[in-house]
């Protein structure tokens, strides 16, 4: 599997980006797609996930300000990061993992810098 990320980029704190990442190569059926980000100084740490059935989680820093779709025609998945805040600064990388075979793939990571 091979995962194609873009978006990002510079954006001003209370601002809008949105993520894209598109998976190709032998795909599973049964997956979960998400996206991680690792910010300067600190751990990596999931951002959110959905799974092909459309269940989601976000981490606490996120809700209600982070939304993530996925369009399982086209193995694709999106964030939608509204409200950004300076802490949201990192690389974001996408996830995507067979649930049932635990086989899991890296994009090369997006840079998202939220300037206060």
């Known amino acids: 599997v091979q995962l194609q990320a873009s978006g990002g980029g510079l954006v001003q704190a209370g601002g809008s980006l949105r993520l894209s990442c598109a998976a190709s190569?032998?795909?599973?059926?049964?997956?979960?797609m998400g996206w991680y980000r690792q910010a300067p100084g600190k751990q990596h740490e999931l951002v959110a996930g959905i799974r092909s059935g459309s269940s989601t989680t976000y981490a606490d820093s996120v809700k209600g300000r982070f939304t993530i779709s996925r369009d399982n025609a086209k193995n694709t998945v999106s964030l939608q990061m509204n409200s950004l805040k300076p802490e949201d600064t990192g690389v974001y990388y996408c996830h995507y993992r067979s649930i049932y075979m635990g086989n899991e793939y890296w994009g090369q990571g997006t840079q998202v810098t939220v300037s206060s």
């Open positions: 190569g032998s795909t599973f059926s049964i997956n979960t």
